[in-house]
C-alpha cells in the first residue's frame, strides 16, 4: 500500500517532509511502510551525519601511517613491526540515560564490534564519562548503572578497561554522556575491509537471534528527549558479553580464513544500515530474505526484522565455495549462523520475504542520499576574563580542590573495572595515560580521552584545541609520541542557532589543532540532540587520542620517583583562571575567556618532553591540566607516595593563577641533581620555559609558608569516595 | 613440564596462563578444549580465569558439566597437577574437587587491584617454592571471590593444612583491611587433602613480568615444576 506522508509518520521515523520528497524523488514512487522506515534510520543524524557532515570534512584524515581513515568500522594506524593498532570512540548517550547499565554496557559491546570487526583483537577500552552532580538521587543513579554496565561487559569479556575520564556538572543532569572508546591490534595483512567485491557471495547472519529490543534505537538517539522517553525504554538494547566473547573469537578465527571477504558489525540500525553499508561501500547490491532470520519471538514483521538492533551479531560474507568452512568455526564456538541473502550487482538492496519482495532501494540514495542539514549558526562574541578576590587560605583550598568529584581520585571507579586481562597493561586507569604493551613486542601504546567540557562551553573554538593540545600532551608524558584521533563530538539540539554555532566553532578547532600537531582523525562519531525539555548538554567534544612508545624500557612515570629529585615547571603560566576548577569551587560563574592553546609552543614543549623522556633525563613528568599547579603536583606526589618541599614560589602572575589557575602548555617533571644541567640545556633548545619548583622527599607537601599537610591527609581528601 | 590449559566457552585468562607459561618461564603449554575427555599427555592442567558460560546460573555451575570436567577429575585422582585460577577455582569448588563456595564479594563490588597474599604452607604442589610466612603480591580481579566454607568444613581445611594462601597486609599481618572479598579467615586459596589440586582467587599468570607490576606470581609456577621434578617418571 503506497503510504501517505502524514505528520505522524514522519514524526515516527524523525524525517522532514523535504526528505520525504527526497524519498520519493529517489524511488520514483511512495515508500512502502517498511523502506520508510528504513530510510528513517539511515537518513537519522545518528547514521548519516547530515548535520555535521560539511563540517566533518574539514578534519585532516590522511598521514603516512594511516592504513583506514574514517568510512569503515573503525580507523587503522601502522605501528611498524608489520601491526596496525585500530580504534574508534562512540557515544551511548540516550540509551544510557534511559536504561544505565544496559546503556553503557551495550554501548561498550558495540564499539568491540567495530573493532574485531576489521579483524583486530581488541586490547583495551576507555569510556568518557559526564554526568550531573552526584546529590541528585537521578544523578547517582546513572552513574552507578553506567560504571557498572561498562565494567559488567568489559570484564566478562575480557578486555581490559585502561582508561578514560570522568566529570560532573549540573548540564549534564537531564543528559548524561557515555562515549566508549576501544583500541585492537591485528597484523597488516589481516585487517579487513567490511566491503563487498563480488556478486554472487553468500551473507551470514551470525551470533544473537534478531529481537524486538532496539527498533528505532538510531532514530530514538536523533531526537531530543522530553518526558516521554523512559516509555522509549524497549528501545534500549540488552548486552550478552559472554555471546559476544565467542564472536568476537569466532570472527577473529574466519578472519584467517581464505573466502572470507567481509565482516560487518551490526550496530545502530542494525540489519537494514549493516546490510546497505557492506554492499554500498564495495559498488555492488545486496538481496535479503528475512524468512531466513533465527527470531526471538513469534510475530515480528518485516519492519521489526529489518530495524531490530539486537545485540551481537555480524554479517560474514564469504564466496559460496568458503561457506563450509566458515560454519565449521561458528560451529566451533556454538554460534548460530543463517544465510540470509547474496551479494548481487545492480546497486539496489532488496528485502524478501520468502519470495515476496517487501523492500527495494537503490543503495546509493538510502546510504548517501540524505540531503544535508546547514542550520542557522550563532557564535557569540568572546567574552573579556574577569578578576576574582585574592585568596586567604590556600592549605584549606587545595585541600578541599582534592577532594572535589571532578579531581579526586577515580579509584573507586576504575577498581570495580578489570584493567589487567591479557598482561599487556603496565599502566592502567588513574596516570594522565594509560600504557599498554603491544603484544609480543617491546613497544608501547599510550591512550587517553580527554575533553575539558568548561573550557568548551566558554569558547569551543578553544576549549577543543584544548582538548586536542591536553591528550597529545598526556600521551608525550608516558614517552609516546601522539599518533591519530578519534572522536565523539556530543552536541544538543543542532536546530538550536547556538548549538550548531558551538558544534561549528568545536570542529574547526578540532581540525585546527589536529594540523597544527599533524595527528590524522581516523574515526568518530556525533551525538546530537542531547537535549530535554529544551535543555542543552554543554558542548562536549571527546577527543581520543593514541601514541606510540618504541621502547618500553624508556617509559616516564607520573609520579615522583626518588627523594632528592629536582622539581620543575616546563612551560609559563598566565592570568587564566576563567573554567578552572577553583572557581567552580568558590561560586564563580562560568564566564570569561578559557585557558588559550598556542599550537606553537605546545609543539615545542612537546617535542621537549620526548627529546628529554628519550634521553633519559626526566625521572617523572605529569601534565598540568584540571586543578592547576599545585594539584598536579598533589598528584605525582601522592601516586608513588612522596612528599615536596618548595620554597616560596614567585611568579609574574596572581597567588591564585599560579596555584589553582589551568593555563595549557605546562608539564611538571622530576630529575635526579645531576641531571639539572642536561634538563637546562634540552629545554633552552627547544626554547621552553622551564622554573624550578621544589624538591622530592619527606611526609609532607610543603609549598613555601602557605601550605604544610601531611601527605597522608592530602591522600584523605583525594581518596574521598563518591 | 607439559601443561594443558582448558578452554571453556567464556574463558579468558587461557591467552594470559600461556603467555606467563610459554613466554617468561618457557614452558611448553597447550591448550584443552572444553570437549576433550583425553589428558594423558599432561602433568599439569590448569582451569583458567574468565566467565565460564558467562557465570549464568552460577560462575563455575555449568562449566563443571562440559566434557572435560570428568576428565580433570580422573587427572587429579591419579595425582596429576591442577591449578584453578578465579573462575577455574570456582569450578573446582562446583566440581567437588576442592571444598567451600564462593561468594559475591562483601562489598556487591566487582574489583581489580593487587593483593598481598601470605603463603601459609609450602606442602603444596604450588607453594613448594615458596616458604610459609611469604608474602607475595598478586592482583585479584572478581565479583564472586568471597570464600565460604561451613564451621565444620573450615576446621578439618585449617586442621589438614589446607588453607595454601590468605590475604595480608604488606607486612604478612592478617587483617580485615587486607581482605578484599569477605572471605572467611582471609581465606585466598586452598588446596585438596594430597596438595596436587590448588585452587585460588588471585591471579598469579598477571605477576610474571617486572614491566607490569611484579612477578611473584611466577613462585606458584616454578613450584609446580619443581614439585613435579620430584615425583619419579
Given at each position: 500500500m503506497p503510504a501517505v506522508a502524514t505528520r505522524a509518520r514522519l514524526e515516527a521515523v524523525a524525517l522532514s517532509?523535504?526528505?520525504?520528497?527526497?524519498?520519493?524523488?529517489?524511488?520514483?514512487?511512495?515508500?512502502?511502510?517498511?523502506?520508510?522506515?528504513?530510510?528513517?534510520?539511515?537518513?537519522s543524524e545518528h547514521c548519516s551525519y547530515k548535520t555535521s557532515k560539511a563540517l566533518l570534512r574539514q578534519l585532516p584524515t590522511e598521514g603516512p601511517h594511516v592504513l583506514q581513515g574514517p568510512g569503515e568500522n573503525a580507523g587503522a594506524i601502522d605501528i611498524g613491526d608489520g601491526l596496525a593498532v585500530v580504534f574508534k570512540i562512540e557515544s551511548h548517550n540516550h540509551p544510557s540515560a534511559i536504561e544505565p547499565y544496559q546503556g553503557a554496557a551495550t554501548g561498550v559491546g558495540g564499539i568491540l564490534r567495530d573493532v574485531f570487526a576489521m579483524g583486530a583483537r581488541p586490547i583495551a577500552i576507555l569510556d568518557a564519562l559526564r554526568f550531573g552532580p552526584l546529590e541528585e538521587g537521578r544523578n547517582r543513579h546513572l552513574f552507578q548503572g553506567v560504571v557498572a554496565g561498562i565494567g559488567g561487559y568489559g570484564n566478562c569479556f575480557g578486555c581490559p578497561t585502561v582508561g578514560g575520564e570522568v566529570y560532573f556538572d549540573s548540564g549534564y543532569a537531564d543528559n548524561p554522556i557515555v562515549n566508549a572508546m576501544c583500541v585492537g591490534i591485528v597484523a597488516h595483512h589481516r585487517l579487513r575491509r567490511a566491503r563487498t567485491d563480488r556478486s554472487g557471495d553468500l551473507v551470514l547472519l551470525v551470533g544473537a537471534d534478531t529481537g524486538r529490543d532496539g527498533i528505532h534505537g538510531a532514530t530514538f538517539a536523533s531526537v531530543e528527549m522530553d518526558e516521554r522517553s523512559t516509555s522509549r525504554r524497549p528501545a534500549v538494547q540488552v548486552g550478552n558479553p559472554f555471546l559476544e566473547k565467542l564472536l568476537c573469537e569466532a570472527c577473529l578465527r574466519l578472519n584467517e580464513l581464505d573466502g572470507v571477504t567481509a565482516i560487518q558489525d551490526l550496530g545502530a540500525a542494525g540489519l537494514t544500515s549493516a546490510a546497505a553499508e557492506l554492499a554500498h561501500r564495495g559498488r555492488r547490491g545486496i538481496d535479503l530474505d528475512i524468512a531466513q532470520v533465527s527470531r526471538r519471538e513469534h510475530g515480528m514483521t518485516g519492519y521489526d526484522v529489518m530495524l531490530s538492533e539486537s545485540q551481537e551479531r555480524m554479517l560474514v560474507v564469504v564466496r559460496p565455495e568458503a561457506e563450509t568452512a566458515a560454519r565449521?568455526?561458528?560451529?566451533?564456538?556454538?554460534?548460530?549462523?543463517?544465510?540470509v541473502g547474496s551479494v548481487t550487482s545492480n546497486g539496489r538492496i532488496r528485502v524478501r520475504d520468502g519470495r515476496s519482495v517487501e523492500a527495494d532501494i537503490p543503495l546509493k540514495a538510502l546510504v548517501d542520499g540524505v540531503p544535508s542539514r546547514s542550520p542557522a549558526a550563532e557564535v557569540p562574541d568572546k567574552q573579556p576574563s574577569l578578576r576574582m578576590p585574592a585568596i586567604e587560605e590556600p592549605e584549606a583550598i587545595l585541600l578541599d580542590l582534592m577532594a572535589r568529584p571532578n579531581l579526586r581520585s577515580r579509584r573507586p571507579i576504575y577498581r570495580t573495572y578489570d584493567h589487567q586481562v591479557q598482561d599487556n597493561t603496565v599502566w592502567g586507569p588513574g596516570y594522565d595515560a594509560a600504557l599498554l604493551r603491544v603484544p609480543g613486542t617491546n613497544k608501547g601504546l599510550a591512550l587517553t580521552t580527554d575533553g575539558n567540557p568548561w573550557y568548551v562551553a566558554l569558547d569551543p573554538y578553544e576549549g577543543t584545541k584544548a582538548a586536542v593540545a591536553e591528550a597529545a600532551r598526556n600521551i608525550a608524558c608516558t614517552g609516546a609520541r601522539p599518533l591519530a584521533v578519534t572522536n565523539c563530538l556530543n552536541f544538543g539540539n543542532p536546530e538550536r542557532a547556538f548549538v550548531f554555532g558551538q558544534l561549528q566553532e568545536s570542529v574547526r578547532g578540532l581540525a585546527d589543532a589536529c594540523r597544527g600537531f599533524e595527528l590524522p582523525v581516523v574515526s568518530g562519531n556525533v551525538s546530537l540532540y542531547n537535549e530535554t525539555s529544551e535543555r542543552n548538554i554543554p558542548p562536549s567534544p571527546v577527543i581520543g587520542m593514541v601514541g606510540l612508545l618504541d621502547d618500553l624500557t624508556a617509559r616516564c612515570p607520573a609520579g615522583f620517583q626518588a627523594d632528592g629529585d629536582l622539581v620543575f615547571l616546563l612551560g609559563d603560566t598566565q592570568e587564566e583562571l576563567a573554567g578552572s576548577e577553583y572557581w567552580r569551587m568558590i561560586g564563580a560563574r562560568l564566564e570569561g575567556r578559557p585557558p588559550i592553546v598556542s599550537l606553537e609552543m605546545e609543539r615545542r614543549l612537546q617535542a621537549a618532553l620526548l627529546d628529554s623522556i628519550g634521553r633519559g633525563v626526566l625521572r617523572c613528568a605529569h601534565d598540568v591540566s584540571d586543578g592547576g599547579l599545585l594539584v598536579a603536583l598533589a598528584e605525582s606526589a601522592l601516586f608513588s607516595g612522596r612528599g615536596l618541599r618548595c620554597p616560596g614560589i614567585t611568579s609574574p602572575v596572581s597567588r591564585e593563577a599560579f596555584?589553582?589557575?589551568?593555563?595549557?602548555?605546562?608539564?611538571?617533571v622530576s630529575v635526579a641533581p645531576r641531571?639539572?644541567?642536561?634538563?637546562?640545556?634540552?629545554?633552552?633548545?627547544?626554547?621552553?620555559?622551564?622554573?624550578?619548583?621544589?624538591?622530592?622527599?619527606?611526609?609532607?607537601?610543603?609549598?613555601?609558608?602557605?601550605?604544610?599537610?601531611?601527605?597522608?591527609?592530602?591522600?584523605q581528601a583525594w581518596e574521598t569516595p563518591f | 613440564m607439559n601443561t594443558g590449559i582448558v578452554v571453556f566457552p567464556g574463558t579468558w585468562s587461557d591467552r594470559d596462563c600461556a603467555h606467563a607459561l610459554l613466554d617468561v618461564l618457557r614452558e611448553p603449554v597447550r591448550y584443552v578444549d572444553y570437549r576433550e575427555r583425553v589428558l594423558d599427555d599432561l602433568n599439569l592442567v590448569i582451569l583458567?580465569?574468565?566467565?565460564s558460560y558467562g557465570d549464568h546460573l552460577r560462575c563455575g555451575a555449568i562449566a563443571r558439566f562440559a566434557p572435560v570436567m570428568e576428565a580433570v577429575a580422573g587427572f587429579a585422582n591419579r595425582g596429576g597437577l591442577v591449578l584453578g585460577i578465579c573462575n577455574g577455582f570456582q569450578i573446582l569448588q562446583e566440581a567437588r574437587l576442592l571444598p567451600g563456595a564462593l561468594l559475591r564479594n562483601a562489598s556487591c563490588e566487582f574489583r581489580c587491584e593487587w593483593a598481598h597474599l601470605r603463603v601459609e604452607q609450602s606442602d603444596s604442589a604450588f607453594t613448594v617454592d615458596c616458604r610459609p610466612g611469604q608474602v607475595l603480591r598478586i592482583p585479584i580481579s572478581h565479583g564472586e571471590g568471597n570464600f565460604f566454607a561451613d564451621a565444620e568444613t573450615l576446621q578439618s581445611l585449617e586442621a589438614n593444612n589446607q588453607v595454601v594462601f590468605r590475604y595480608c597486609a604488606p607486612d604478612g599481618r592478617i587483617t580485615a583491611d587486607a581482605n578484599p572479598n569477605g572471605s572467611l579467615r582471609n581465606i585466598a586459596g586452598i588446596c585438596n587433602a594430597r596438595g596436587n589440586v590448588v585452587g585460588l582467587m588471585p591471579h598469579p599468570e598477571r605477576a610474571c613480568e617486572a614491566l607490569l607490576g611484579g612477578e611473584d606470581g611466577l613462585a606458584i609456577f616454578r613450584s609446580a615444576i619443581h614439585a613435579l621434578g620430584r615425583v619419579p617418571a
Open positions: 517532509s523535504d526528505e520525504y520528497q527526497a524519498i520519493v524523488r529517489a524511488l520514483g514512487r511512495e515508500p512502502n511502510e517498511l523502506e520508510l522506515g528504513m530510510f528513517g534510520a539511515l537518513w565449521e568455526v561458528f560451529n566451533h564456538f556454538e554460534l548460530h549462523a543463517d544465510r596555584y589553582f589557575g589551568e593555563s595549557q602548555g605546562r608539564v611538571i641531571r639539572v644541567p642536561e634538563l637546562q640545556k634540552l629545554m633552552a633548545k627547544h626554547h621552553v620555559p622551564l622554573h624550578a619548583i621544589g624538591v622530592v622527599g619527606g611526609e609532607d607537601f610543603q609549598v613555601g609558608s602557605d601550605i604544610r599537610i601531611p601527605l597522608e591527609s592530602l591522600r | 583458567p580465569g574468565g566467565f
